[in-house]
């Protein structure tokens, strides 16, 4: 068991250059799947359909969510597609397992207003605040991921083309950055970046107040602190400012092809969401503002 969850591991991170967050959520799916296989005395690749079939039951009846369920079962699909290719299985059991079919829920965003709001809470009086009016423009200029941000250098940037390269998944993608975020950056990088850095060497963009490449929580930390600075009752995630970047440009007229090339979505369904949203959000207008309604 170890041998084949080490390969499966490998095949995420080497071969499908997965996020630390995905390669962690899918082993931890997979152990758990294993370990219940153990409990029946079940070697991995032993394992048939009506197995896979009953631990997805199973965890229905233990309370767990039906988009738990459906996670679980897409990491044991793509487990046994990992062993299937690698050749340590003939078949994978896991195909045509359908847990109960869950509906996604709608992205909650900012409105503009409150993104301004946001956006305004970095008090540049400090390194500290120049450091972070530059991250969340940044952000919401561009729509990348936390992981991403984070992951950035200081060449990914081209202030004066007023662009971003992000390297995700294997794939670059160039995202052009609004005057203001490109103002943010500048000061950032010219004026701060350089007495924050611990080595000249350093190459991250953002670093933290010690020198060194942000952290994910770190940056998760900041961003709650000035939500409840803006007073905003949302819940703010760092996600919340990518779907808000992506509802607020279709909104504004861009076109669901050249926001998944931003946004990096591999599947054209993953950016119809935000259409899902906008239809909503007229149906509420609707709703509230005609006379009949």
């Known amino acids: 068991m170890?041998?084949?969850?080490?390969?499966?591991?490998?095949?995420?991170?080497?071969?499908?250059?997965?996020?630390?967050?995905?390669v962690s959520s899918y082993l931890?799916?997979?152990?758990?799947?294993?370990?219940?296989?153990?409990?029946?005395e079940l070697a991995l690749t032993q394992v048939v359909n009506r197995d896979v079939a009953d631990y997805a039951n199973s965890l229905s009846?233990?309370?767990?969510?039906?988009?738990?369920?459906?996670?679980?079962?897409?990491?044991?699909?793509?487990?046994?597609?990992?062993?299937?290719?690698?050749?340590?299985?003939?078949?994978?059991?896991?195909?045509g397992v359908s847990p109960t079919k869950v509906e996604r829920k709608l992205p909650q965003v900012l409105t503009g207003k409150e993104v301004e709001l946001l956006l305004e809470q970095p008090e540049c009086t400090d390194l500290k605040g120049y450091r972070d009016r530059a991250m969340l423009e940044l952000l919401y200029a561009t729509g990348i991921r936390v992981s991403e941000l984070i992951a950035l250098n200081v060449e990914d940037l081209n202030l004066l083309s007023g662009i971003l390269?992000?390297?995700?998944?294997?794939?670059?993608?160039?995202?052009?950055?609004?005057?203001?975020?490109?103002r943010a950056l500048s000061e950032y990088?010219?004026?701060v970046r350089p007495q924050l850095v611990d080595s000249v060497d350093e190459t991250a963009l953002f670093v933290n107040m010690s020198g060194e490449r942000m952290s994910r929580q770190g940056f998760w930390k900041l961003i709650k602190c000035y939500q409840e600075k803006?007073?905003?009752?949302?819940?703010?995630?760092?996600?919340?400012?990518?779907?808000?970047?992506?509802?607020h440009l279709l909104e504004n007229g861009a076109d669901l092809r050249s926001i998944q090339e931003m946004l990096g979505h591999a599947d054209i369904s993953s950016t119809q969401i935000y259409s899902k949203l906008i239809n909503q959000k007229i149906k509420d207008v609707y709703k509230k503002a005609h006379p009949r309604a």
């Open 2 to 22: 170890p041998e084949l969850l080490s390969v499966y591991e490998d095949f995420l991170k080497l071969e499908k250059q997965a996020s630390a967050n995905t």
């Open 28 to 40: 931890r799916d997979v152990h758990q799947f294993a370990a219940a296989m153990d409990g029946k």
């Open 61 to 95: 009846k233990r309370g767990k969510s039906p988009a738990t369920v459906t996670r679980s079962v897409a990491s044991i699909k793509s487990f046994y597609s990992c062993l299937l290719d690698k050749g340590y299985v003939d078949q994978n059991p896991a195909k």
């Open 165 to 182: 390269k992000c390297f995700s998944k294997g794939r670059k993608r160039v995202i052009p950055l609004y005057p203001k975020a490109v």
């Open 189 to 191: 990088i010219t004026d």
């Open 230 to 247: 803006a007073g905003i009752q949302k819940d703010i995630t760092p996600h919340t400012l990518r779907h808000s970047f992506a509802a």
